[in-house]
């Protein structure tokens, strides 16, 4: 009956461990001392890794493709993270170029949130955006209105998501060491196809709103309403190039202005030049 016994156990053993790999070097869960370059931890056949506690799924690595998914057992993307909800239609990777992340949640908001604490003025939360030509091994400087960086924002019309609004960086000018002049620009519409750039600030500091229609030199405040290059503090230029009949003020009834021949159809009232009163 002893020998029974033995022998029963270790049918047992062998069906239970059998199939393990119980050849050295063996993965403690204390820790391992003897992990070499070539030691593994995970499969050798197209099976994903699953990370369990309290035995829920809680991270997957995929066989097929390397992606992780935390939150999410069918990963979309090199890393997934969902928070909460179902798993996610693939309406969300529409008009994507293989995006490195993306987060998903379900009834309530979707944060990234970058968290600091210091006492120096200049410690903080950073979101950076780097961009060169050439390769990751060989970067190469950037050229001339190439894109550096972009917050896209985009929104669902039934059927795919229409990239509606953006902000753009920009290389603003002839990189040289040292130095790589950047400009940001504001951009509206309703589709990537209407979107319209509606401000525009330069490397230089200058501001141009909706194509030209009005700017602001940062070097000494002229504005130009219709021109890029005022002459003056204000240029007013139509369509037609013609500099007058454009602005209008309203005076009050115990003044007159003078005669409108002077200076075309409209005229500005200017105060306090010289201690006077001003007409042009």
């Not at 998903?104 to 780097?130: C, D």
């Not at 002839?174 to 401000?199: D, H, K, M, Q, W």
């Not at 405040?221 to 209008?248: A, D, K, Q």
């Not at 159809?265 to 006077?276: K, L, M, P, Q």
């Amino acid at each position: 009956m002893k020998k029974f016994f033995v022998f029963i156990s270790a049918v047992f053993m062998f069906l239970t461990y059998g199939n393990a790999q119980n050849t050295s070097p063996y993965w403690s869960l204390a820790g391992n001392s003897n992990a070499t370059s070539s030691s593994k931890l995970g499969t050798t056949n197209n099976t994903s890794v699953r990370f369990y506690t309290n035995d829920i799924s809680r991270m997957i690595i995929s066989s097929g493709t390397g992606n992780v998914g935390i939150g999410i057992t069918a990963p979309l993307n090199i890393l997934t993270v969902k928070s909460s909800g179902g798993t996610p239609a693939p309406a969300w990777l529409n008009g994507l170029n293989s995006p490195i992340f993306m987060g998903f949640s379900e009834g309530v908001s979707s944060e990234l949130v970058l968290a600091a604490a210091s006492n120096t003025s200049s410690r903080r939360s950073v979101l950076q955006g780097r961009r060169s030509r050439g390769t990751l091994a060989l970067p190469v400087v950037v050229a001339n209105n190439d894109y550096l960086a972009s917050f896209l924002a985009s929104g669902y019309d039934g059927s795919t998501f229409q990239n509606s609004g953006t902000i753009d960086f920009y290389v603003d000018g002839v990189p040289s060491a040292g130095n790589v002049p950047a400009r940001i620009s504001f951009v509206t519409g309703s589709n990537a196809t209407n979107r319209t750039e509606r401000l525009r600030v330069g490397s230089t500091g200058d501001f141009t709103f909706n194509n030209n229609q009005l700017f602001l030199r940062q070097s000494d405040g002229s504005v130009g309403i219709g021109s890029i290059t005022p002459s003056s503090r204000l240029e007013v230029v139509s369509e037609n190039n013609h500099y007058n009949h454009y602005l209008h003020c309203y005076l009050p009834d115990d003044h007159v202005a003078p005669d409108p021949g002077l200076c075309g159809a409209s005229f500005i009232r200017i105060i306090r030049i010289c201690s006077g009163i001003g007409w042009f």
